[in-house]
């Protein structure tokens, strides 16, 4: 390797990400990221990173229970994305959930909110962007990435 070659190999981080939809008007469950984590107050789709020999599903349905209280049914596997974060270069394995059971419970003392895209609470994590875009265009909305990416922008600053 030459001096001035400065790649650098970063391993992902793999994690499981929930996108839990309710059945009676399409709402999409959004929580914020809680204090002591990398973009605490930042809103996410809830999920967390897989431990060592869990399965996308597994680790689901581990974080879930851990953050939120509640037993998912179902785990349908959709997309995979990428993010790059100063903090960690991320593998995102998103999956949607559409029946689970129990009563939820914040066990993270973050926030939750059932939302309507475009998605009114802000900031929202860059690495889940791509999904909204593909939420929009399933359900025939016109995605404009401008507002999320000003509200990271300002957060980040
Ligand atoms: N849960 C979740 N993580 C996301 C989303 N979008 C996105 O870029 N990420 C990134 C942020 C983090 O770098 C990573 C998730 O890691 P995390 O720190 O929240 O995972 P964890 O709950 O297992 O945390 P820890 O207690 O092990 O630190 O994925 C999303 O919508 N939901």
């Given at each position: 390797?030459?001096?001035?070659?400065?790649?650098?190999?970063?391993?992902?981080?793999?994690v499981a990400v929930g996108?839990l939809?309710?059945?009676?008007?399409?709402?999409?469950l959004i929580t914020s990221r809680p204090?002591?984590k990398?973009?605490?107050?930042?809103?996410e789709f809830p999920g967390g990173k897989?431990?060592?020999?869990?399965?996308?599903?597994?680790a689901l349905r581990r974080e879930l229970v851990e953050e939120l209280g509640i037993r998912i049914?179902?785990?349908?596997?959709?997309?995979?994305?990428?993010?790059?974060?100063?903090?960690?270069?991320?593998?995102?394995?998103?999956?949607?959930?559409?029946?689970w059971?129990g009563?939820f419970e914040m066990r993270e003392g973050q926030q939750m909110?059932?939302?309507?895209?475009?998605?009114?609470?802000?900031?929202?994590?860059?690495?889940?962007?791509?999904?909204?875009?593909?939420?929009?265009?399933?359900?025939?909305?016109?995605?404009?990435?401008?507002?999320?990416?000003?509200?990271?922008?300002?957060?980040?600053?």
């Amino acid at each position: 390797m030459s001096q001035t070659d400065t790649t650098e190999t970063r391993s992902h981080t793999e994690v499981a990400v929930g996108v839990l939809i309710r059945e009676s008007d399409n709402a999409l469950l959004i929580t914020s990221r809680p204090l002591g984590k990398p973009r605490a107050g930042w809103w996410e789709f809830p999920g967390g990173k897989l431990e060592a020999g869990e399965t996308v599903e597994e680790a689901l349905r581990r974080e879930l229970v851990e953050e939120l209280g509640i037993r998912i049914d179902n785990c349908i596997a959709w997309k995979v994305t990428e993010h790059d974060y100063s903090h960690a270069l991320v593998r995102l394995h998103w999956c949607k959930v559409t029946q689970w059971s129990g009563d939820f419970e914040m066990r993270e003392g973050q926030q939750m909110s059932w939302q309507q895209l475009p998605l009114t609470v802000s900031p929202v994590l860059e690495g889940s962007f791509p999904v909204l875009q593909w939420l929009s265009e399933e359900r025939g909305l016109s995605f404009d990435p401008a507002t999320y990416i000003q509200a990271a922008e300002a957060a980040v600053k």
